[in-house]
């Protein structure tokens, strides 16, 4: 069997919710993002801003049942920087981080958790 490489290895993922107005205050405020809604498919979504959506690389929350708290598959999110500042609102937003800041070769992140024990990562270059 031939091997394939694709351009990206992540083209979409979604993380589940039990609260999108929450959810989204809290994305919002710790990535300094913002959201569009949409109501088109099986169920609601709430789809980050990305420069290029046509790219295939997104993200977006849903209505749904997350894993156990600190359980389920950790997502890395680009944070704006200083990486400090993004942790700090993670806080004052509802969720918990979890590690120091750590260092590797391509950047710094921290483990945290999201409003519903999501885990999440906040990712900087810098």
């Known amino acids: ?24 205050a809290f994305y919002a405020t710790v990535l300094r993002t913002s959201f569009h ?7 609601p979504m709430a789809i980050f801003a990305t420069k290029n959506m046509e790219s295939g690389l997104s993200r977006h ?14 997502i890395h999110l680009a944070a704006p920087e200083p990486l400090e500042e993004a942790l700090q609102r993670v806080g004052e937003s509802g969720g918990r981080v979890l590690s120091p800041i750590l260092k590797i070769p391509p950047g710094r992140f921290a483990y945290c ?3 519903d024990g999501n885990s999440i990562g906040l990712f900087t270059k810098g």
Do not use: C, Q
């Not at 979604?14 to 959810?23: A, F, G, L, Q, Y």
């Not at 809604?37 to 169920?43: F, K, W």
């Open 61 to 74: 929350l849903y209505p749904g049942k997350p894993a156990a708290e600190g359980n389920g598959n950790t």
């Open 113 to 115: 958790l999201d409003p």
């Open 1 to 24: 069997m031939d091997s394939v490489t694709p351009e990206h290895s992540m083209v979409w993922f979604e993380i589940p919710v039990t609260d999108m107005e929450r959810s989204k």
């Open 37 to 43: 809604d949409d109501n088109t498919g099986p169920n």
